[in-house]
């Protein structure tokens, strides 16, 4: 079984961004970036059900700029043995990366496509689902265990109140939760045999996929500021606040 | 122009959020049906006919949508579809799940997490944890969206809507196994008016208990941090963050919480933030309202011992 890992290169986890003066949009110029969290999971995942013998290879994929390789080179030195590349200098919505990976999907014949389930710069949650519905393939959100046993796969999903397992015919498409796995650290070595493995570039056009504009960011606004606060220097100043000025309890 | 509405519930009970996400509608303006999908659902949509603002209730009542699977329901909502200009739901795991399978099918773009309301087209949403405000202009010819409740208050219950059923029940390749709820008492986390969390502070599950009596005291709910799930110390649906559920009450009490980026993302629109932290370089106290520096085992059972 072939299992295909859409990643994406984002902003690292760490990094406060900051709106630019303009409002045209957040400042990323010479920030650190990253595998996004979610897509590490699922390249974990992926790799794992590999080391296991369920899956025969793993494809990582990712639609972006020529930096975008950095990641997927990453990727690789986690375990995935070849790249696809995406090239576009556009930034595309959910809805368009969708149907560029469904075409990668479609070309690799991919039986598992696992996604992380959200990036932390979009914060959409759409892809996976979008996906899946464009190729009209059940799909099991927010995994935190993930099982394949023969042509079925079987998710424990993490819902609002608690867990859902749900069990599906492969093809399927799976998006990964935080508490799926703890994704592994690249060794040097690994990072060095990344290098030779392969990384094909694909074009837009190439993969015959024709995109449309969806929609319009018109600004991007800094949050309001929350006004200091004061410390306290007792648990009865905290009460007496709270019940008084505040009003709260 | 229509909208509809897809209703939050487990069944017996219509959720909070499905009056919330009808707030969200009615700022859009237009006539806005609520859909309750789901399994012997009457109490539901009951409860959905009375929201304020709502003027039909359809509902689909099979054993198929019992547990809200995103294959079926999002074709039932793709079946109503052609009536309605707006499609939305309340950013919760079932509207997270389905609500992106319905844009694909329609072939537009979904907005995510929705706090704000500008027109018939353009709302605002948060990007990047919640560091900064997009307001997004949607050029498709149907809006479909998903709403985060905290950010609207919800609807009386004045009203009378219609009621409709819908015949079709679609199948989904998707099978059903089971699922585990956690048992609570308290009140559920999206809706609370008080909230107290723990971190890695707490130090062990056990040590939940105090928080838990704290949060008794209070009529509150009981939220965590990423690194309290993680650790096992509660279950991973308490979880308050970027990842987990995003709050908004009118008092959040952060125990033992450094005050990560995600874990702000989740909890910085609460109107009052009370940090208690030994480390008084947390990050949690900037944007406390009030911070108490002190060691939780002493400030808390203090605390209860005030209450």
């Given at each position: 079984?072939?299992?295909?890992?859409?990643?994406?290169?984002?902003?690292?986890?760490?990094?406060?961004?900051?709106?630019?003066?303009?409002?045209?949009?957040?400042?990323?110029?010479?920030?650190?970036?990253?595998?996004?969290?979610?897509?590490?999971?699922?390249?974990?995942?992926?790799?794992?059900?590999k080391e296991a013998g369920i899956a025969t290879e793993v494809v990582v994929v990712s639609v972006g700029t020529k930096a975008v390789q950095e990641q997927l080179r990453t990727a690789m030195a986690l375990g995935a043995d070849r790249a696809i590349h995406v090239e576009t200098d556009e930034e595309l919505v959910p809805l368009s990366i969708a149907k560029l990976l469904?075409?990668?999907?479609?070309?690799?014949?991919?039986?598992?496509?696992?996604?992380?389930?959200?990036?932390?710069?979009?914060?959409?949650?759409?892809?996976?689902?979008?996906?899946?519905?464009?190729?009209?393939?059940?799909?099991?959100?927010?995994?935190?265990?993930?099982?394949?046993?023969?042509?079925?796969?079987?998710?424990?999903?993490?819902?609002?109140?608690?867990?859902q397992t749900l069990k599906m015919p492969l093809p399927a498409v799976v998006s990964v939760d935080l508490r799926l796995n703890e994704p592994r650290y690249a060794s040097l070595p690994n990072i060095m045999k990344a290098k030779r493995k392969p990384l094909d570039v694909h074009?837009?056009?190439?993969?015959?996929?024709?995109?449309?504009?969806?929609?319009?960011?018109?600004?991007?606004?800094?949050?309001?500021?929350?006004?200091a606060g004061i410390m306290v220097s007792s648990v009865e100043e905290l009460v007496e606040k709270l019940r008084n000025e505040a009003k709260v309890i | 122009m229509s909208i509809l509405v897809l209703a939050e519930h487990d069944n017996a009970h219509l959720k909070a959020d499905t009056a919330k996400v009808v707030a969200a509608a009615s700022a859009i303006g237009g006539d806005i049906h609520v859909l309750v999908a789901g399994h012997q659902c009457a109490e539901a949509a009951k409860t959905a006919q009375a929201l304020t603002g709502v003027t039909k209730v359809i509902v689909a009542d099979s054993a198929v949508y019992a547990n809200h699977l995103a294959e079926n329901l999002g074709k039932l909502i793709i079946g109503l579809s052609a009536?309605?200009?707006?499609?939305?739901?309340?950013?919760?795991?079932?509207?997270?799940?389905?609500?992106?399978?319905?844009?694909?099918?329609?072939?537009?773009?979904?907005?995510?997490?929705?706090?704000?309301?500008?027109?018939?087209d353009?709302?605002?949403?948060?990007?990047?944890?919640?560091?900064a405000l997009a307001t997004v202009q949607s050029l498709d010819a149907k809006k479909v969206m998903t709403v985060r409740s905290s950010a609207f208050d919800a609807v009386a219950s004045t009203g009378s809507a219609e009621l409709v059923s819908v015949g079709d029940a679609l199948d989904a390749r998707t099978e059903f196994v089971s699922q585990t709820l956690t048992e609570s008492a308290r009140p559920e986390l999206g809706n609370a008016g008080i909230i107290v969390s723990g971190g890695r502070g707490m130090g062990s599950g056990e040590n939940f208990a105090i928080l838990e009596q704290l949060a008794d005291k209070l009529g509150a709910a009981v939220g965590a941090s990423r690194a309290a799930v993680d650790a096992g110390f509660v279950p991973n649906d308490l979880q308050v963050g970027q990842t987990g559920k995003i709050v908004a009450p009118d008092l959040y009490i952060a125990v033992g919480i450094s005050g990560a980026i995600q874990h702000l993302a989740g909890m910085k629109d609460s109107?009052?933030?009370?940090?208690?932290?030994?480390?008084?370089?947390?990050?949690?106290?900037?944007?406390?309202?009030?911070?108490l520096e002190a060691d939780l085992f002493d400030a808390i059972p203090a605390l209860n011992n005030l209450l």
């Open positions: 079984m072939k299992v295909l890992v859409p990643v994406k290169r984002v902003v690292d986890a760490n990094v406060k961004v900051r709106v630019k003066a303009d409002h045209s949009n957040v400042d990323t110029a010479n920030l650190k970036m990253a595998l996004n969290p979610f897509c590490e999971i699922a390249v974990e995942e992926a790799v794992r059900l469904l075409a990668v999907q479609q070309k690799e014949q991919a039986q598992l496509v696992v996604f992380g389930k959200q990036s932390i710069d979009g914060d959409n949650n759409q892809t996976g689902q979008m996906m899946a519905a464009l190729a009209d393939m059940p799909q099991a959100t927010f995994a935190s265990e993930v099982k394949v046993e023969g042509d079925n796969i079987v998710v424990t999903r993490e819902i609002d109140g608690g867990l074009t837009i056009a190439d993969l015959g996929v024709t995109l449309k504009a969806h929609q319009t960011v018109l600004k991007v606004t800094p949050p309001a500021e929350r006004k | 009536d309605y200009s707006h499609i939305l739901s309340a950013a919760s795991s079932v509207g997270k799940d389905t609500l992106p399978r319905v844009a694909a099918l329609l072939d537009v773009a979904q907005i995510s997490e929705v706090i704000g309301i500008e027109s018939a353009t709302f605002i949403r948060p990007i990047y944890a919640g560091n109107k009052v933030i009370v940090a208690i932290n030994k480390d008084p370089e947390a990050p949690i106290f900037q944007v406390a309202d009030y911070g």
